[in-house]
């Protein structure tokens, strides 16, 4: 069982910047593909990052070069920098776990959840 905590969310302007991280509970963490999904209100659950185990990463197209992920494997996080903060951006953000190296891109692809945090971007 994986345990996955969020945090780091919260209200920002436009253009500004939030980090959120998330932290794994489990001795293999290095073996796990890392994830980052939102969902805004009324809309589906979105993939909007991940990261394998070895460290390559992988974005949706709306956030490539404004959004990076990483990973510090001795802790047991990931972290989601988030840049050039848009309204559109604003969402729940989930941190999700795959029990395998390569990251996939749906929900249905990883096995465990956190809670989620909030970000909220104001115009």
């Known amino acids: 069982q994986v345990q996955l905590v969020e945090s780091g969310g919260g209200l920002v302007q436009a253009g500004g910047s939030l980090n959120v991280s998330c932290a794994a509970s489990g001795r293999t963490f290095s073996n796990y593909a890392m994830a980052w999904f939102r969902q805004a209100p009324g809309k589906e659950r979105d993939f909007v990052t991940a990261?394998?185990?070895?460290?390559?990463?992988y974005y949706t197209d709306s956030v490539k070069g404004r959004f990076t992920i990483s990973r510090d494997n001795a802790k047991n996080t990931v972290y989601l920098q988030m840049n050039s903060l848009k309204p559109e951006d604003t969402a729940v953000y989930y941190c999700?776990?795959?029990?395998?190296?390569?990251?996939?891109?749906?929900?249905?692809?990883?096995?465990?959840w956190g809670q989620g945090t909030q970000v909220t971007v104001s115009s």
């Open positions: 990261i394998s185990g070895q460290g390559y990463t």
């Open positions: 999700a776990a795959r029990t395998t190296r390569i990251p996939g891109i749906t929900r249905g692809d990883y096995d465990y």
